[in-house]
């Protein structure tokens, strides 16, 4: 506001006017602080709108793409074809037979050891 000096100067109305310019300077300073809060709230808004609608597009188009899967069971049917084996499905079941089948020979492996190994227990009680 004004310093003492220059207000003993003045007049009661100037004092008035003063007082009245002040408040509506009050008055405006709230105003533009409203108005730009009101912006800020209004283009931070519209930016997470924009990112919302950025995340939903890349949502349809990665949506649309193959899976990686998909992807890689075509890359692998394509590749066998150039080589010129018959067909991918024909080698995807020669290789689930020979897992399939690997258990088994393991088993066999370990159940004779096992077999061994009691016949020799055995031959031990026997010769005690």
Not at 45 to 74: F, G, I, M, Q, Y
Not at 100 to 118: D, G
């Amino acid at each position: 506001m004004l310093d003492c000096n220059k207000a003993r100067s003045l007049t009661p109305q100037q004092l008035a006017i003063i007082k009245l310019l002040d408040e509506k300077s009050k008055l405006l300073l709230k105003e533009k602080r409203k108005n730009l809060l009101l912006w800020i709230k209004t283009k931070t808004k519209v930016l997470t709108n924009k990112k919302r609608e950025d995340l939903e597009k890349r949502n349809r188009t990665s949506s649309a793409a193959p899976s990686s899967r998909e992807w890689a069971a075509k890359k692998q049917q394509k590749a066998v074809k150039d080589i010129g084996f018959i067909d991918a499905e024909t080698s995807r079941i020669d290789r689930q037979n020979t897992r399939n089948q690997m258990p088994s020979r393991i088993m066999k492996h370990v159940t004779r050891h096992l077999s061994e190994a009691n016949s020799s227990g055995q031959r031990r009680r026997k010769a005690q």
